[in-house]
């Protein structure tokens, strides 16, 4: 079995969500028969990993960051997809953070690259801000533990602002 967990930005434009998806979709094929794939599960890059393992057959595992992540930070246009995503999952973990905040973001990365054989990061090679928990934080993370990365960034992607 391969466990494939997912980084990736949240602000994908519209015109960019099909080119991801079918870029995850490419890079998920080869381990359709016997993947895992776990996810934080949150809006964007995240979300649309998640949708792609379910709709080969994988498993899913969420690991949410804290107790109100699905409250205090999932936004009423993303909170059909985040449930739909919480029902589907064969395990959800829920951090015993009270609230999402960079502590608990961080927990949830280092879980992820906990249970993962690879990491896929869905990211436009932007440096890390320097505040900890983003995508290229994780990416940096992985590569220090020597857990490969995927970068998927298809041509046309873009992030809104």
């Excluded at 960079?102 to 869905?122: G, H, I, Q, W």
């Excluded at 320097?130 to 220090?144: F, H, I, K, M, P």
């Amino acid at each position: 079995m391969t466990t494939l967990a997912v980084t990736g930005h949240t602000d994908l434009t519209e015109e960019t969500v099909p080119l991801v998806r079918a870029a995850l979709r490419e890079l998920l094929h080869p381990y359709s028969e016997d993947l895992t794939g776990v996810s934080c599960i949150a809006a964007g890059a995240e979300s649309l990993f998640a949708e792609e393992v379910s709709a080969m057959g994988g498993r899913l595992v969420a690991v949410i960051p804290s107790l109100d992540y699905g409250t205090a930070v999932v936004k009423p246009e993303d909170a059909a997809v985040f449930d739909h995503l919480n029902e589907t999952a064969v395990e959800v973990q829920t951090l015993p953070y009270e609230t999402a905040d960079r502590a608990a973001y961080e927990a949830a990365d280092s879980e992820l690259l906990k249970r993962a054989d690879r990491l896929v990061a869905v990211w436009d090679g932007t440096p890390s801000s320097g505040r900890g928990g983003g995508t290229a934080d994780l990416v940096e993370e992985a590569r220090r533990a020597g857990v490969p990365v995927d970068v998927v960034w298809p041509d046309g992607a873009a992030r809104r602002g």
